[in-house]
Each structure stands twice: as C-alpha cells, then as structure tokens.
C-alpha cells in the first residue's frame, strides 16, 4: 500500500476589512414593477420582460432581528414491513424500509398447485423506493404467496421482515413474532387501488 502525506495544514490571512457602503440614493417613484420592451429579432413578436430591479436592502441595515432557527425534527423511524394482500387470482405485494441499497430485494414465492404437483416460483425484485407496492401476475385457484424484504449477497438472503398475508380482510399467514399493523393494510389497500 502506498503512503500519502497528511495535507499540511496552513493558516489563512485575516480578512480584509471591506470599505464601508455609500449611502444609496433615495430611490425616484417607480411603479412595483418596471417592463422593459425587448427588441426581436425580425420575424419574432416581441414580449414585456421585466427590468432588473435593485436587490432589496438586508436585514442587517435595517436592523431587523433575524427569525429564531425553527427546531427540525428528525425524520420518523420507519420500520421494515411487507404485507400480501391475497385476493382471487391476483396479489399485492405491500413494502416499507427504512433504507434502499443496491443488495435491498423483495423476495416473492408464488406456489400454484397443478395435476404435475406444485409450481414455484421465486422472484427478487430491487427496490428503488422506501414505500411502495406491486401487482404480481395473475394466478389460478389455490396460488398462495409469500414474500419478504432483505439483502441478496453471495452468502444468500438476509431477511429483514417477513410479510403477513391477508384475504378477505383476515390474516391467513401470521409470521411468528410479526404483530398486525391496521395501518399498514389500509396504507396497502390505498396503494392497491381497493
């Protein structure tokens, strides 16, 4: 590994103290706003745009008390929720997370029965934001999904929060440990358009 120097650290000159302002000239009565008309080009029309105007005076010269900082208060915690809302033959797929990254996946399971036995499939789709939904493609009688929100790495799938799945208003998977959000589902069926 190669070595660079720390940057040296230099003192900086003292300002120069700047000369004093003149005393502007009481400004003439001028209407709010002044139009100026622009020559065109030949063959343009021709439009009123505004004329430049003095910059007003600050508040420091007319010994104005500058407004107190307003606190600013942080930015709600949100936790890391999925939720399925399962309906006939279709599925909505509800998130919240607290941050995106380029390893951040939803992790859906579709499992469709069929006389072969059962067909599985799973998806990872990124996600670009903190909130949001997805429909997945439609599915026959007896499809049932799952889905969760982790990070996808070479060592495998890092869950953050497991979905619960609701049909019909009523959870019919509970992950263990997982409490229901009522404002979660209504947050989901909104972003579903139900």
């Given at each position: 590994?190669t070595?660079?120097?720390?940057?040296?650290?230099?003192?900086?000159?003292?300002?120069?103290?700047?000369?004093?302002?003149?005393?502007?000239?009481?400004?003439?009565?001028?209407?709010?706003?002044a139009?100026a008309?622009?020559?065109?080009?030949?063959?343009?029309?021709?439009?009123?745009?505004p004329?430049?105007?003095?910059?007003?005076?600050?508040?420091?010269?007319?010994?104005v008390e500058?407004?107190?900082?307003?606190e600013?208060?942080?930015?709600?915690?949100?936790?890391?929720?999925?939720?399925?809302l399962?309906?006939?033959?279709?599925?909505?797929?509800?998130?919240r997370?607290?941050?995106?990254?380029?390893?951040?996946?939803?992790?859906?399971?579709?499992?469709?029965?069929?006389?072969?036995?059962?067909?599985?499939?799973?998806?990872?789709?990124?996600?670009?934001?903190?909130?949001?939904?997805?429909?997945?493609?439609?599915?026959?009688?007896g499809?049932?999904?799952?889905?969760?929100?982790?990070?996808?790495?070479?060592?495998?799938?890092?869950?953050?929060?497991?979905a619960?799945?609701?049909r019909?208003?009523?959870?019919?998977?509970?992950?263990?440990?997982?409490?229901?959000?009522?404002?979660?589902?209504?947050?989901?069926?909104?972003?579903?358009?139900?």
């Amino acid at each position: 590994p190669t070595e660079t120097a720390a940057p040296a650290l230099v003192e900086a000159p003292a300002p120069a103290e700047a000369p004093a302002p003149a005393e502007a000239p009481a400004p003439a009565e001028a209407p709010a706003l002044a139009i100026a008309q622009v020559p065109a080009a030949a063959g343009e029309p021709s439009f009123p745009v505004p004329a430049p105007q003095e910059p007003s005076p600050s508040a420091e010269s007319l010994d104005v008390e500058p407004a107190p900082a307003a606190e600013i208060e942080p930015p709600p915690v949100i936790e890391p929720a999925v939720l399925v809302l399962q309906l006939d033959g279709r599925a909505f797929v509800y998130w919240r997370v607290p941050h995106l990254s380029a390893a951040l996946r939803l992790r859906t399971v579709t499992v469709r029965p069929s006389l072969e036995g059962p067909s599985v499939v799973q998806e990872d789709l990124p996600l670009a934001m903190h909130v949001g939904g997805v429909w997945l493609p439609r599915s026959g009688p007896g499809t049932e999904v799952r889905a969760a929100v982790g990070d996808v790495s070479s060592a495998g799938f890092d869950v953050l929060t497991v979905a619960r799945v609701v049909r019909s208003g009523v959870a019919s998977f509970e992950p263990p440990g997982l409490t229901a959000d009522p404002e979660l589902e209504v947050a989901a069926e909104h972003a579903a358009g139900l």
